[in-house]
Each structure stands twice: as structure tokens, then as C-alpha cells.
């Protein structure tokens, strides 16, 4: 199937947004809105962006990527990802302008990127999402990090022969080791105090949460095995029994990539995504 490239141009208040339209011929009515997470634009690391873009297009499916007001070739001032509704609402618009046969729209993003698109379904509850792809979901806090070192770094360290070896010969910096274990459960131990007695703690969080239990469209959730980031989403989770409720909902899947970096750097875990969006896509399209 053959796809075009376009660029399109729109408004988000006073701002001007430069998107990219990678246009199937002939398009399903099911259209791929790629969110940009961290400090990217719309081409991604390691061209991800434009890879899936154009992989998808050829299978079928429409695809819109674009940059957020103050990154890349848009105009206005740099925002945080829990700041970008507008953005997304105004993407959706222009993509649905340029290309009219798209009626539903699955939002995909990584990292941040995902925690943006949840939030965007919390703030608007709009329609036209009828799914969404969230990669290594970003949830974190100082609490969280510390809680994922204790649990996933400091612990295999002590599994590990090179560790024991540099020990018993003296070089290692124990106190160093020690004072670095002794801060990260300080900082674990205070920050979860303080969230418990503060209920302006983890908003972010919790809307997110809020937007995963009530969506009324299916998920795709590709979670990392070489990842804080994505071990701290599910530290996250199973300490959040409407987190659990949420992630074990018969509306979405799960994919996990054990060998996967953050951002699934290597060509391999690349085309692992685009395979695994894909077919989840196939399915949606037959709901």
C-alpha cells in the first residue's frame, strides 16, 4: 500500500504548529496521532517517529506527528507534558482536516509522552479517542525513584559475583554503596510520608490513573524489561489498588519487550513495537 508525506500547518491559540501527515492511499478511518514525549520532536529518537509513521501507512493506517508549542518548528513557549491538551485537541483537528476519512483516532506515546495522552482523555473525554498505545509510561517521583533503585538496582547488585568480588578485595567503595543504599531509602521513606499527609502530592499521577480507568477505548501498554522507567510505572501500579483494577481491565493488552531499552534503540525492539502496534491496530479495526 502506498502512503504520501504532506506538511500541515495549524493554529493552537496564537501559536503556529507544524505537523506531519504520513497519509495512507487508500486510509482505514482509524488514525495513529503519534504524542511527542521528553524533549523530542516530531521525528523521535533514532527516527522512531518516522519509521512507525511510515510503517503503519503502508499497512493502512493514516499517521500524525507533530510538535508541541515551543519545540522543534512550532512557535510559543516550551510546555510540560501535563500542559499539552490543547496541543493534542488542536493535533487531532488538524489531522482530521488534512485527512477526512479518519474518523477514530489511537493515540500513541512514550515515556511522557503516554502520561500526556492519558491526561488528555481525563481533561476532555474525547470521543473520537477510541484508543491508545502508552509506552513506558512516565509516573515519576522522588519517592519512586528512590523505591525502584532499592528494589531493582541496589538488590541486583548483591546477586552479582563482581560485586562480592570487589568486596572481598577491597575495592569497592562500601561507604559510598552504603551511604548511596542509606539516601535512596531516606528519600523513599520521606517522600511517602509526605505524600501521605499532602494531598496536592502525585496529581499528575493520579490523573492519569483516573484517565486509564475511564477511558472507553482499548489500550495497548508495551512496557520495557531494560527500564526504570517503565519498573516504576508498575511499582507505581502495585501500590495502587485502582491502579491494579485499572491495568487488569479486559480493554487492554499488555506487551512486554524484556530485552527493550527506554526508548528501543536497538532496529530489533524498534520493529518489536511496530509489529506488536500493529497488530493490536488489526484488532481495533475489527471491534
Given at each position: 500500500?502506498?502512503?504520501v508525506?504532506?506538511?500541515?500547518?495549524?493554529?493552537?491559540?496564537?501559536?503556529?504548529?507544524?505537523?506531519?501527515?504520513?497519509?495512507?492511499?487508500?486510509?482505514?478511518?482509524?488514525?495513529?496521532?503519534?504524542?511527542?514525549?521528553?524533549?523530542?520532536?516530531?521525528?523521535?529518537?533514532?527516527?522512531?517517529?518516522?519509521?512507525?509513521?511510515?510503517?503503519?501507512?503502508?499497512?493502512?493506517?493514516?499517521?500524525?506527528r507533530?510538535?508541541?508549542?515551543?519545540?522543534?518548528?512550532?512557535t510559543?513557549?516550551?510546555?510540560?507534558?501535563?500542559?499539552?491538551s490543547?496541543?493534542?485537541a488542536?493535533?487531532?483537528?488538524?489531522?482530521?482536516?488534512?485527512?477526512?476519512?479518519?474518523?477514530?483516532?489511537?493515540?500513541?506515546?512514550l515515556?511522557?509522552?503516554?502520561?500526556?495522552?492519558?491526561?488528555?482523555?481525563?481533561?476532555?473525554q474525547?470521543?473520537?479517542?477510541?484508543?491508545?498505545?502508552?509506552?513506558?509510561?512516565?509516573?515519576?517521583?522522588?519517592?519512586?525513584?528512590?523505591?525502584?533503585?532499592i528494589?531493582?538496582?541496589?538488590?541486583?547488585?548483591?546477586?552479582?559475583?563482581?560485586?562480592?568480588?570487589?568486596?572481598?578485595?577491597?575495592?569497592?567503595?562500601?561507604?559510598?554503596?552504603?551511604?548511596?543504599?542509606?539516601?535512596?531509602?531516606?528519600?523513599?521513606?520521606?517522600?511517602?510520608?509526605?505524600?501521605?499527609?499532602?494531598?496536592?502530592?502525585?496529581?499528575?499521577?493520579?490523573?492519569?490513573?483516573?484517565?486509564?480507568?475511564?477511558?472507553?477505548?482499548?489500550?495497548?501498554?508495551?512496557l520495557?524489561?531494560?527500564?526504570?522507567?517503565?519498573?516504576?510505572?508498575?511499582?507505581y501500579?502495585?501500590?495502587?489498588?485502582?491502579?491494579?483494577?485499572?491495568?487488569?481491565?479486559?480493554?487492554?493488552?499488555?506487551?512486554?519487550?524484556?530485552?527493550?531499552?527506554?526508548?528501543?534503540?536497538?532496529?530489533?525492539?524498534?520493529?518489536?513495537?511496530?509489529?506488536?502496534?500493529?497488530?493490536?491496530?488489526?484488532?481495533?479495526?475489527?471491534r
Amino acid at each position: 500500500m502506498s502512503y504520501v508525506e504532506s506538511p500541515v500547518m495549524f493554529s493552537c491559540g496564537s501559536e503556529s504548529l507544524l505537523g506531519i501527515l504520513t497519509k495512507s492511499e487508500p486510509t482505514n478511518n482509524l488514525g495513529v496521532l503519534i504524542a511527542v514525549g521528553g524533549p523530542q520532536y516530531r521525528v523521535g529518537s533514532h527516527r522512531q517517529f518516522v519509521l512507525l509513521a511510515r510503517s503503519l501507512a503502508a499497512a493502512g493506517f493514516s499517521v500524525f506527528r507533530f510538535d508541541y508549542r515551543g519545540m522543534g518548528d512550532s512557535t510559543g513557549d516550551l510546555r510540560q507534558f501535563d500542559d499539552v491538551s490543547d496541543d493534542v485537541a488542536a493535533a487531532i483537528d488538524a489531522f482530521q482536516a488534512a485527512c477526512p476519512e479518519v474518523e477514530r483516532i489511537v493515540l500513541w506515546g512514550l515515556c511522557d509522552a503516554a502520561s500526556a495522552s492519558l491526561i488528555y482523555w481525563d481533561v476532555t473525554q474525547d470521543k473520537r479517542v477510541a484508543g491508545m498505545v502508552l509506552l513506558n509510561p512516565w509516573v515519576r517521583s522522588e519517592a519512586s525513584l528512590a523505591k525502584t533503585h532499592i528494589k531493582h538496582y541496589y538488590r541486583q547488585r548483591l546477586l552479582q559475583a563482581e560485586f562480592w568480588k570487589k568486596l572481598l578485595t577491597f575495592r569497592l567503595g562500601l561507604g559510598q554503596s552504603l551511604k548511596g543504599l542509606v539516601g535512596a531509602w531516606l528519600r523513599a521513606r520521606t517522600n511517602e510520608a509526605q505524600g501521605a499527609s499532602s494531598s496536592s502530592s502525585g496529581i499528575f499521577q493520579r490523573k492519569m490513573i483516573r484517565g486509564l480507568q475511564a477511558f472507553t477505548g482499548y489500550t495497548l501498554l508495551i512496557l520495557s524489561g531494560d527500564d526504570y522507567t517503565a519498573k516504576e510505572f508498575l511499582e507505581y501500579c502495585q501500590a495502587d489498588a485502582e491502579a491494579m483494577k485499572a491495568l487488569s481491565g479486559a480493554r487492554l493488552e499488555r506487551v512486554n519487550l524484556v530485552e527493550a531499552d527506554h526508548t528501543f534503540s536497538a532496529p530489533e525492539q524498534q520493529q518489536a513495537v511496530e509489529s506488536a502496534t500493529l497488530s493490536w491496530l488489526r484488532k481495533l479495526m475489527a471491534r
